[in-house]
């Protein structure tokens, strides 16, 4: 369908940092989703899902939040509680409260969205990985040092094993932990992982 076009264009358009030709692809799509097929609720959460995920790349935390906010509950309607899908909504909606300065909801729902991913797929550690960098990174702005550092050392144990050395993904964690240790005092460790 044109809906579904529109979606992958709109997604594709996002991950190659294209954000407003995203914007309004998806913004088309979800419009076509609504008209043509307003029982779908599914792939109109899954539009919204994507469209929240670019808003905040634009930093547009209002919008984002209300198209996470209306994905979750489309989501909630349609698929199990344990789905994927409601992971990752959970997890950007953490992400957006993290970045905006709302650290006690960001870490409840980055916590929830790790809970999900457990129950989902539990031997899926890759999947996990992001969550807990993100989640480390939020308890680090809260000042719990230790449960950040839980975090950050597990999602670079989890990256280490399934990324190349090189990828980025381990290079900000390493930064984050590089960070943390700085920010406790142990200089030399947070000067060892900076370097890293």
Known sequence: SIAYVLHKMGRLYCKVGKLEDGERKLREALDVWQRAA????????????????CLLDKQDFEEA?????ES???????????????????????ILYWKVGKLDDGESKLRESLDVKRRAAPDDKAN??????VLGCCLLDKQDFEEAERFLKESFEICAQVVPRNEKSIAYVLHEMGRLYWKVGKLEDGERKLRE
């Open 38 to 53: 307003p029982d779908d609720k599914a792939n109109m959460a899954t539009t919204m899902q994507v469209l929240g995920s």
């Open 128 to 133: 996990m990985a992001p969550t807990m960098q």
């Open 72 to 94: 979750f509950e489309l989501y909630a309607q349609v698929v199990p509680r344990n789905e994927k899908s409601i992971a990752y909504v959970l997890h950007e909606m953490g």
């Open 65 to 69: 939040e209300r198209f996470l906010k």
